[in-house]
């Protein structure tokens, strides 16, 4: 099946770090530039991160920017999203999304089932 | 960044009703646009791309439309599980990406 599963969501504390994964399967998970998007509690889309297909380029929300790290790991077929100083604002749910190409084109035809990030105290 | 509208932010009708949602972009995005279907709990689903490119499996009640800065999604003939948030999204240029506000659908 062609698929994302996220994993890693839990509760944490404020200024705490927590490392999301996303497993791919089904395609050339190594062909595709990947992102990350979160939803807060009752809120609209936020686009969060991308990496090109190589891993050698990144982009940030500016919301982020400084506290998460987009990385992949081609050979595990496997993306991360590595949270650190978190926010009560950064309370969410977390999709891993595929992009239809290598690197900067955000349409986004396959999705995650989601992870859900709390930070609270 | 591109800035994106779109209204109404809600909307109720009943099934077999058309419904049109619009989307406005702060700049001229020629034919980048996208259209995400969210049901209740679930993950997004892309429906459209390139403002009228149906995706494989979409239903072909979905349509959209439109050029420029102003776009249109039309859900003809609507189904109860047509009930959704839907979201619009500019597709060209570099990162950072936004999406639409998104507007919430409910079926009388």
Known sequence: DVQLVESGGDLVRPGGSLR?????????????????????PGKGLEWVAVINDSADRTYYAD??????????????????????????????????TKARAFAWLPIFDLWGQGALVTVSS | DI?????????????????????????????????????????PKLLISGASTLQVGVPSRF???????????TISSLQPEDSSTYYCQPTNGFPPYTFGPGTKLLIK
């Open chain 1, 63 to 96: 919301s982020v920017k400084g506290r998460f790290t987009i990385s992949r790991d081609n050979s595990k077929k496997t993306l991360y999203l590595q949270m650190n100083n978190l926010r009560a604002e950064d309370t969410a749910v977390y999709y891993c």
């Open chain 1, 20 to 40: 999301l994964s996303c497993e791919a399967s089904g395609f050339v998970f190594s062909s595709y530039a990947m992102n990350w998007v979160r939803q807060a």
């Open chain 2, 3 to 43: 800035q994106m509208t779109q209204s109404p932010s809600f909307v109720s009708a009943s099934v077999g009703d058309r419904v049109i949602i619009t989307c406005r972009a702060s700049q001229d995005i020629s034919s980048w646009l996208a259209w995400y279907q969210q049901r209740p709990g679930k993950a």
């Open chain 2, 63 to 73: 349509s959209g439309s439109g050029f420029g800065t102003e776009f249109t999604l």
